[in-house]
């Protein structure tokens, strides 16, 4: 008998179901959304905005020289004649037209193209001409490894090299957002660290205990957080058991928040090269979710970052009309 198909992201994952499918499938009655698509200058990252566009997910506005762009476009075999093309000089250039559409109301998202993090960043990032916002903007990777039975959402592995507690209260809150976006009510969240105790030589533990008592006042709210909490007895109940760990995050986190940037990426490529992960990523706290893609992502990758921000939008939206 054929299974049905999972309801949800949290069902997609670890089911053999793709959660690209899903969550590509999420989007089917939301509007593409349009899209600034920062220096697409090679195949891989035009291929994925055209993949997205033709998926309905986006609607690109392309954002680079355009000989170069034509020139991607060529080598790959692809039709770029529907989208809107904004000529620039340079990488640099691109980056600050990317973040400029945002600004005038003009792209409701950015993708990263072939052009380094930091310069997409940096453009993001200035205070006058930029999209920041009261928030710490921050990275989130989703998950899902074939040897867990529910979706992770890492963070940050990608923007906040070494985060200071109150950055770490914001990569949480940003990662609970969108857990909840996705359908999971009260995410768990494991702060992680290399031991389960508080030990003041270990800086992540005292941050890992202060952020859950921000959580029982209030300073972040959604999900159940607890920590310190190492890698194993974070995502397994027995090692959790044999610990002597009483959670009721431990052995079951939905969320995986690590003590720096150097953690996290080593992380979730271990997941995504040795596990066999399928991934997706998305930085969040600007005005506008921003697709950071890898150069080294697949298409699938890259649809699914886009799929992650066109629900990611619908959540903004749906918070900002409850609020009226």
């Not at 999420?26 to 990252?45: I, N, Q, S, Y």
């Not at 200071?164 to 969240?189: F, Y």
């Not at 044999?242 to 996290?264: C, F, N, Q, Y």
Request: glycine share 6%; with cysteine.
């Amino acid at each position: 008998m054929k299974k049905s198909p999972p309801s949800s992201f949290a069902e997609a994952a670890g089911s053999g179901h793709s959660i690209t499918d899903w969550l590509v499938a999420a989007c089917d009655e939301l509007p593409p959304l349009r899209t600034a698509v920062a220096h697409p200058c090679d195949a891989d990252a035009l291929e994925g905005a055209v993949r997205a566009a033709e998926a309905k997910l986006i609607e690109p506005i392309l954002v680079g020289p355009p000989q170069r762009i034509k020139a991607a476009a060529e080598a790959a075999k692809l039709d770029i004649t529907p989208y809107e093309l904004v000529a620039t000089a340079h990488s640099h250039d691109s980056a600050a037209r990317a973040v400029a559409l945002v600004r005038a109301g003009e792209a409701s998202a950015i993708m990263k193209g072939s052009l380094h993090t930091d310069e997409l960043m940096a453009e993001m990032m200035r205070a006058d001409t930029g999209l920041r916002t009261g928030r710490r903007i921050s990275h989130v990777f989703l998950m899902d490894v074939p040897t867990y039975p529910r979706p992770l959402l890492i963070t940050d592995a990608a923007i906040n090299i070494y985060p200071t507690l109150e950055d770490k209260r914001d990569i949480v809150q940003n990662a609970i957002d969108l857990a909840r976006a996705l359908g999971t009510e009260r995410p768990r969240v494991a702060i992680l660290s290399a031991v389960e105790t508080v030990t003041p030589k270990i800086a992540s533990t005292i941050d890992a205990a202060a952020l859950c008592k921000m959580a029982d006042r209030g300073q972040i709210a959604g999900g159940l957080l607890d920590g310190p909490l190492a890698f194993d007895n974070a995502v397994s109940t027995d090692a959790a058991r044999t610990k002597g760990i009483v959670s009721e995050v431990a052995g079951r986190a939905d969320i995986l928040v690590v003590p720096d940037m150097e953690a996290g990426n080593m992380l979730a490529k271990q997941l995504t090269f040795l596990a066999g992960a399928e991934a997706a990523g998305i930085v969040l706290g600007a005005r506008v979710p921003i697709v950071l893609t890898s150069r080294a992502d697949n298409v699938k990758a890259r649809l699914a970052s886009c799929a992650v921000a066109v629900l990611t939008a619908k959540a903004s939206a749906a918070a900002l009309a409850a609020k009226g």
